[in-house]
């Protein structure tokens, strides 16, 4: 049992069962025994690995991508550059480096990561050599037109779980059970912020909520509307939260979300329905990250990259290019959703 498990059963003995977005912030983000606040997870060392970590052409694309929209919009100086949860850096160090080319672009740029991990700060001011600013969170991002990325951020934000019963709604909630984590449910209560979901679920049916994540789409989008720019929202969902989808990862395996808090990443599939109408401005159509990526035009950049190459690096430079695209690897499981002003134009990639 690792320390937060005991800490969580000392908990909810003393107050009772938590909910599934308590029991999630203190797994991830618990000052001394959270999973992310206490080491880099990232890589074959850590539990996962994301997409700019398997490949430089991930950022690249996005990069370019971005450059194209912020040129489509007027080139806008100053600007915020800005990336939520950047891991190690490597995404935006990729960015910068696609984008040197593009004139006036890193002149304009003001680059703000929203990091709340001590120790990925650190480890972002180590990739990262141009001037970086640091925010905990993404209501102190600056008041003026905005490039934005959100890559896997999204899925590690706390939700609530909710079961449909015959008049109502039970929430799932963590309780204890023979001195271990276990889950339970609460008390049929009307939910008024599911009302509209009653249409498309059954009895017994989950739907997840996270407000967290309503509210930072929220001031991304509110930053667009009033000053202009766009947002590429890139992770594993769907358009509508339907079903339980809380997953932990441990060693690059599926493990027991209870098992061992603190020591495993804990994530939910986002809801890319619930981002766009907080963000209340115009967005693209929901995306294949494959289509996304074969829009851009990874498959020409893979063989230009690749004629330089031989051997394993030549092989390993071809699964990385299959594993960002394929339908049965993250082109399908990945999506992405673009955010920019009512009556613009989505960035390339994306389609409305």
């Known amino acids: 049992m690792s320390d937060l498990a005991q800490h969580l059963l000392a908990r909810i003995e003393a107050h009772g069962p938590m909910t599934v977005a308590d029991f999630m912030s203190e797994a991830l983000m618990h000052p001394t025994m959270g999973y992310y606040t206490t080491r880099d997870p990232l890589g074959t060392e850590g539990d996962f690995t994301t997409a700019p970590e398997i490949s430089q052409m991930f950022g690249e694309l996005v990069g370019l991508a971005l450059a194209q929209a912020w040129l489509d919009q007027g080139a806008p100086a ?51 050599t141009a001037e970086i600013i640091h925010h905990g969170t993404v209501d102190t991002l600056p008041q003026q037109p905005i490039f934005l990325v959100a890559n896997e951020f999204f899925d590690a934000l706390p939700i609530r779980q909710f079961q449909r019963g015959p008049t109502g709604w039970h929430e799932r909630l963590i309780a204890m059970r023979d001195g271990a984590l276990t889950f339970a449910f609460g008390p049929e209560l009307p939910q008024p912020q599911l009302e509209h979901r009653l249409a498309d679920t059954t009895q017994d049916m989950i739907v997840e909520t996270c407000a967290p994540a309503f509210s930072v789409a929220n001031e991304i989008g509110t930053r667009i509307r009033d000053h202009g720019g766009t947002a590429l929202l890139i992770d594993y969902g769907d358009w509508r939260s339907k079903g339980d989808t ?103 990639g994306c389609t409305i």
């Open 78 to 128: 100053p600007f915020t550059l800005a990336e939520l949860g950047p891991g190690r850096g490597t995404l935006m160090a990729d960015i910068l480096r696609a984008t040197r080319a593009v004139p006036g672009f890193h002149t304009a740029a003001q680059i703000h990561l929203v990091e709340a991990s001590a120790t990925l700060r650190a480890k972002q001011r180590e990739t990262i």
């Open 246 to 348: 809380l997953q932990a990862l441990q060693n690059h395996e599926y493990a027991n979300p209870l098992a061992t808090p603190g020591e495993a990443d804990i994530t939910a599939h986002v809801d890319f329905e619930a981002l766009a109408q907080a963000a209340s401005c115009a967005h693209s159509k929901l995306t294949p990250q494959g289509v996304f990526l074969e829009q851009l035009g990874i498959t020409p950049r893979a063989q230009a990259l690749a004629s330089r190459l031989t051997g394993d690096a030549l092989q390993s430079h071809i699964a990385a290019h299959r594993r960002l695209t394929h339908p049965e690897e993250m082109g399908n499981l990945f999506k992405v959703l673009a955010l920019f002003p009512e009556n613009g134009t989505p960035p390339p």
